[in-house]
Each structure stands twice: as C-alpha cells, then as structure tokens.
T-cell receptor
Framework: AQSVTQPDIHITVSEGASLELRCNYS??????LFWYVQSPGQGLQLLLK????DTLVQGIKGFEAEFKRSQSSFNLRKPSVHWSDAAEYFC???????????WGAGTKLIIKP | DAGITQSPRHKVTETGTPVTLRCHQT?????MYWYRQDPGHGLRLIHY???????DKGEVSDGYSVSRSKTEDFLLTLESATSSQTSVYFC?????????????FGQGTRLTVV
C-alpha cells in the first residue's frame, strides 16, 4: 500500500541550530512531493514541492528539501531555525494515477530558546 | 492568501444530528477536497470534487456525503453525526489533481460531537 512516513513525532531544536525533518514514502514510481507547515489553529501552507528536475528544491522561509530516489526520501532542511519556525510539518505525496494526496502523520517542531 | 472560506469555524453538535460544513472559494479552481485532521493521522481525504456535480470518495468517506452545485461551493454533510467524527475539517482547492502545482487550504472547522 502507498504510504508516507514521518518517523519523528516531535523534534526539539535550539534556536539557531540546523534542522532536518525526515520523510519517506512507499510508491512504485517517482511521485509529486510536498512539504506543508501548519501553525497552531491555522490551515496548511505549502513550503516547497518537487515534481521533476533538480533534486534539491528551495522553498519559502529559508527551507529546502532533497529528493533521494534511492532512499525514497524527501527530507526537509533549514540551516538555522528561528523561534517562529515552531509549528507542525507535514510531508505529502501525489501520483498521476489518482487525485489523492497521501499525508504523513506530521512532525511537531519545538524550538528551545 | 487564496480565497477560501470555511463555515462555520467552530461547531458543537449532538450525536445523531445532521451537520453541513461549507467551503467557499473565489479562485475558480476546478478541484476541491475535504480532509479531516486527527492527532497521529495527519490529513485523511474524505471526498473530493473534480468539477461541478463531479465528486468521488476518499480514504475515509463512510458517514459523509458531499455536493458541489457551483464551482465555488463544496459542501460536506454528516448525515447523522457520531462522536468518532469529532475532528478538525479542512477544505482545500487546487487547479490540478494532487494539489499540483499547489493545494490551498482553508482555516479549518473544529467540529465536536457530544
């Protein structure tokens, strides 16, 4: 079955430290890949997306993600986090064959001062 | 911000009563989606629409129905609400399937069934 795994439910990072959030997916072919962020009480906002081409994609708010086909991964990174990055982050994948986005369970990012 | 409005934003209802949630868009996007969000589950697709009067089931459609009589409106109905339907419901829109190039989300509706 198709699935998306975000292995970390919570991650705590000090302000100014680097960040990597993991996302692995299970599909037969290269899917469309997305990272979304959700602040408390808010809807979801797209951070970045990968459809094809360069496997390192840049997004908003200083985030980037790298697609690694061999590892079926699409990890999100940021070199230096800010307190305002505290939120929940969701990885999602989509396929040509259907209309559905499949979502990971989310990773809650906590920033230590 | 994309023009998506969900109403109501909060609702408390009793078990067994019907409930309708509304999603209204001003972007003229073809695709509309209803998701529910529960802790530990991420977002799960309930129903989606690929045009006026064109809808289909998602992953967790049991107990829910939808209607789309106009491009701008997508209604989600719980025919007889149950406590297991207590959740936060999100509407999303996109120009293409799978949210490609991007899905825009509403602010959510928090539904409590008592």
């Amino acid at each position: 079955a198709q699935s998306v795994t975000q292995p970390d439910i919570h991650i705590t990072v000090s302000e100014g430290a680097s960040l990597e959030l993991r996302c692995n997916y299970s599909y037969g072919a290269t899917p469309y890949l997305f990272w979304y962020v959700q602040s408390p009480g808010q809807g979801l906002q797209l951070l970045l997306k990968y459809f094809s081409g360069d496997t390192l994609v840049q997004g908003i708010k200083g985030f980037e993600a790298e697609f690694k086909r061999s590892q079926s991964s699409f990890n999100l990174r940021k070199p230096s986090v800010h307190w305002s990055d505290a939120a929940e982050y969701f990885c999602a994948v989509g396929m040509d064959s259907n209309y559905q986005l499949i979502w990971g369970a989310g990773t809650k990012l906590i920033i230590k001062p | 911000d994309a023009g998506i409005t969900q109403s109501p934003r909060h609702k408390v209802t009793e078990t067994g009563t019907p409930v309708t949630l509304r999603c209204h868009q001003t972007e003229n996007h073809r695709y509309m989606y209803w998701y529910r969000q529960d802790p530990g589950h991420g977002l799960r697709l309930i129903h989606y629409s690929y045009g006026v009067k064109d809808t289909d089931k998602g992953e967790v459609s049991d107990g829910y129905s939808v209607s789309r009589s106009k491009t701008e409106d997508f209604l989600l109905t719980l025919e007889s609400a149950t406590s297991s339907q207590t959740s936060v419901y999100f509407c999303a829109i996109s120009e293409k399937p799978q949210g490609a190039p991007e899905a825009f989300f509403g602010q959510g509706t928090r539904l409590t069934v008592v």
